[in-house]
């Protein structure tokens, strides 16, 4: 798809929730020595994160972001005309959760629901195919839903994940209204790196058996089974350095805007010291970039939204424009530049 457009269609919205329960990144010392932890936490920026307790799903936490928002703006139900429920942690394998959710929230029988499963570039991906759906005649509103639980997917035990995934889920809505001024997506993906990012059995490729549930250890101490998460983190690193500066580069080109003109910079919240050092081979001025991550952690595709929710809440966004970047799973990566002006953002919401 490349680089795309749209006109007169907005973000009117944004809420976010995240679980109550907090886990210390300093907790870790059955796989770390405190001096390991420090060290990761400085890198990383990570100090804690968000776990989901064992019957709460990323449905539940987008459900909650949704009504919010729904309330907030009194909204009438019947007038979304989609809704899209992006996750990598969807309640069931079969079938989507977002009917479900059309069902749960009271939304009219004639929305269109339907799935998406992305990762950390998720809500580059969405909002895209939100602005999308509204660009369509008879298209006045799309509610967007991010939603992750990867606590439930990733080993405690694994030294390579186990300090940096949250749970967290958000809503978005979308309207098609002339008040929105020009926005600009860049969106690309590159599965020939699939592999260095994934959960390696429990799917139709590798079925679930009772071989791929054991727990393994493997060369670097990790302890996990192959239906939990695994990540090379210097493969997803040189991905990131490879593709993210040309993408910004060539977004801002597309949009006929230079790089002083963005207000503010969120990238998808992997670490710090790798989106730091994004910004600097940008040449973005680190003040530019946002961060949330200290508190909730890589929480995937939801890490944009949830960082807007609660680092921009108390701030002005009169005429400020957004660049957003997301890139990680798949392997994928998108960046946008839109505004949010006029748009409501809800009070961080805690279950």
Not at 174 to 198: M, P, W
Not at 238 to 258: C, G, I, R
Not at 269 to 285: E, G, I, V
Not at 321 to 348: D, K, P, T, V, Y
């Amino acid at each position: 798809m490349g680089l795309i457009s749209f006109q007169d269609i907005g973000i009117s919205g944004i809420s976010a929730t995240v679980p109550k329960n907090v886990i210390s990144n300093r907790l870790f010392t059955n796989i770390f020595t405190e001096k390991e932890i420090e060290n990761a936490i400085s890198t990383t920026g990570i100090k804690e994160r968000r776990f989901v307790d064992v019957d709460t799903c990323s449905s539940d936490l987008c459900y909650e972001s949704a009504n919010t928002l729904i309330n907030e703006l009194a909204v009438d139900r019947n007038s979304i005309d989609v809704l899209i429920f992006l996750s990598q942690t969807p309640d069931y394998h079969q079938p989507a959760t977002a009917p479900d959710l059309q069902n749960r929230l009271g939304l009219s029988k004639k929305t269109a629901s339907f799935d998406i499963n992305m990762a950390c570039s998720g809500y580059i991906y969405g909002l895209s195919t939100a602005f999308a759906y509204c660009n369509i005649p008879g298209v006045n509103r799309v509610l967007l839903l991010i939603g992750e639980t990867l606590s439930k997917v990733t080993s405690l035990e694994d030294r390579a994940t186990c300090l940096l995934f949250g749970d967290a889920g958000s809503a978005t809505l979308i309207e098609k209204d002339k008040k929105y001024s020009a926005s600009y997506f860049s969106i690309n993906s590159d599965g020939s790196g699939g592999s260095v990012l994934r959960i390696p059995a429990g799917g139709y490729r590798i079925p679930s058996s009772g071989e791929t549930v054991m727990l393994k250890t493997h060369a670097d101490g990790s302890i996990r089974s192959d239906e939990q998460l695994f990540m090379d983190g210097m493969e997803v690193f040189n991905f990131t350095m490879n593709v993210v500066p040309n993408d910004l580069k060539n977004l801002l080109t597309y949009a006929e805007m230079k790089q002083e003109e963005i207000d503010y910079l969120i990238f998808h919240q992997a670490n710090k010291y790798m989106t730091d050092y994004l910004a600097k081979k940008s040449a973005f001025p680190l003040e530019k970039v946002l961060y949330s991550l200290q508190d909730f952690g890589n929480t995937s595709s939801v890490s944009i939204p949830l960082t807007i929710v609660s680092q921009l809440k108390s701030l002005s966004l009169s005429n400020k424009r957004m660049m957003f970047s997301g890139f990680g799973g798949g392997l994928s990566w998108g960046s946008a530049i839109l505004n949010l002006n006029n748009c409501h953002i809800s009070m961080l919401k805690e279950i």
